[in-house]
C-alpha cells in the first residue's frame, strides 16, 4: 500500500515545468490583448481628432463664406474656450468676373497644436442679396 500512495502521490498534480509553461502562454495572451488595445485606442484618439478638425472645418468654411460675401478679404479668429488651442486664419483674392458674377479663391488654415490644415475653395457673389 505504501507504493500506491506514493504514485498517487506524485501524479496529483502539475509539474514545475507544466506550470511555467502555462504563465508564459498566459503572458503571451495579455501581452497580445494589451497590445491590440492599445492600437484600438491610439486609433480612436486619431479619428476622435480628425472628427473634431473635420467639424471646426465645417464650421470655419460657413464663417469665412460669410466674411467674404460682406467684403473681408483677410481674417483670423479662434473657437472659444472650449477649443482654446485652435486657431484660423484665411486670405481671399477675387479670381474672375464672369456675367457681373464675382469669383474669389479663398484659402483657409486651420492651427492647432502639432498640426496645421489648409484648404482652398471657391466662393461666388452674385451681388444679389443672401447669395454667396
Not at 56 to 73: D, K, P, R, W, Y
Not at 80 to 87: I, L, T, W
Not at 99 to 118: F, H, K, Q
Request: proline share 1%; with cysteine; glycine share 8%.
Amino acid at each position: 500500500m505504501n507504493t500506491c500512495s506514493k504514485k498517487y502521490l506524485r501524479d496529483n498534480g502539475f509539474t514545475l515545468i507544466e506550470v511555467l509553461a502555462a504563465v508564459a502562454i498566459l503572458a503571451l495572451a495579455v501581452f497580445i490583448l494589451l497590445d491590440a488595445h492599445y492600437g484600438a485606442l491610439s486609433l480612436h484618439i486619431q479619428m476622435d481628432e480628425a472628427m473634431v478638425d473635420a467639424q471646426l472645418m465645417e464650421s470655419l468654411l460657413a464663417i469665412v463664406e460669410i466674411e467674404v460675401f460682406n467684403g473681408n478679404m483677410s481674417g483670423n479668429g479662434d473657437f472659444g474656450d472650449r477649443y482654446h488651442e485652435y486657431s484660423w486664419t484665411y486670405e481671399a483674392y477675387q479670381t474672375g468676373a464672369y456675367d457681373e458674377v464675382l469669383l474669389y479663391t479663398v484659402t483657409v488654415t486651420l492651427y492647432r497644436p502639432g498640426m496645421e490644415r489648409s484648404l482652398e475653395f471657391l466662393v461666388y457673389n452674385t451681388g444679389i442679396e443672401g447669395t454667396v
